[in-house]
């Protein structure tokens, strides 16, 4: 495992990091033998910087138990995030942090979040709830080493936030798709300048550069090097920037752990040649045209009050584009449930815009769900999932 410094604590970074809110499932539910076989895998393997949140849905308390359970928490940098959507006065900091403290079963947080800063008003409205003194008491005791923000605003309100506080780091979303949204590279380079650690999320933009590029891409990335998968080159584009600390990847299997590794030992910066670079250009232009709704799957709009499954709506729409008609509309009649009674279509929205405030790529949700109906449930798709629904209410 390589590793990268941390500028403000000398901290050693693996250059892979655990990201930990895509957790193996099963009906629902973190699958905790095969995740704790995962998280043990990449610790071994050298991985150290592990990232979850209080709002990742039992994550906190999984790693928490595997850490405990294996006598492992000192062999790893542990970062959570304080959930902003929660805070409402100065009384929440206390309460939401010892309960993280609970469910991690640590006493100390060595990277913590400010989670989903989106503007420089945002950060002052936590200021003026005490925030900068609540953070003060707790790096006093000891109990918060190191405190940051994930970003998911535009560029030039990122830009006021790093200037507005002494931060020790910050996380972004960047990908070779993302060069310019959001903080973008500009945003990377000032923070890096900065002397502030930058960890990444996204780097496969929800795995639709890994397994979601439309065929035409991957034959101009295999004819380019048929020995590199579509992730890899995804990962080398970001390894390859030295401005990059720690990449953060959402594994969820052995193979995708044992892959990543591997990548990760292969790359180091400014590997990448003139044609290389040339080649993600040309693939992203490529991805651009297909990727009709920019959704990467982090379900932070879900429950939805009508059960529409809007992540995987989004994903289906797309496909229907990068993979075929035929591809895309087997997705969504699998992942909407057509043919049975827990139904989660497009068409169910009823336009409440509650999935619109917690949506951290500010797409219009209301709006593309529209799109997703008018081209994904066209008459015969109704006319189809009418019949089911009256053939099930009779067998009930």
Known sequence: ??????????????????????????????????????????????????????IYGGSEEVLGSILKKNSVRDKVYLATKLPLVYIRSSQDFDEIFNKQLERLQTDTIDYYLMHNITSLSQWEKLCSMGAREWINVRKAEGAIKQVGFSFHGIRDEFLKVIDAYDWDFCQIQYNYANEN???????????????????????????????GLPKE??????????????????????????????????MNGSEQVKENLHIADTSYPHMLSVEENKTLRQVNEIFEKYNKIPCTGCNYCMPCPKNVNIPSCFAAHNASYSLGRIAGMT???????????????????SKCGKCETHCPQNIKIREALDDVRKRMEPFWYRWGTSIARRVLTRKK
């Open 181 to 211: 949204f959001q903080a973008g590279v500009t945003g990377l380079k000032k923070a890096y300048e900065k002397g502030m650690a930058v960890i990444i999320m996204e780097p496969l933009l929800g795995g639709k550069l890994a397994n």
């Open 217 to 250: 891409a991957v034959e101009l990335l295999r004819k380019a090097n048929p020995d590199l998968s579509p992730a890899a080159w995804a990962l080398r584009w970001l390894w390859n920037q030295p401005e990059v600390t720690v990449i953060l990847s959402g």
């Open 331 to 349: 997705m969504y009649i699998t992942s909407s449930g057509a043919m049975s009674d827990d139904q989660s279509g497009a068409g169910l929205c």
């Open 1 to 54: 495992m390589k590793y990268r410094i941390d500028p403000k604590s000398g901290n050693e970074l693996s250059v892979l990091g655990f990201g930990c809110m895509r957790f193996p499932r099963t009906r629902g539910f973190i699958d905790m033998q095969k995740t704790e076989g995962i998280v043990l895998e990449a610790i071994k393997q050298g991985v150290n910087y592990f990232d979850t949140a209080y």
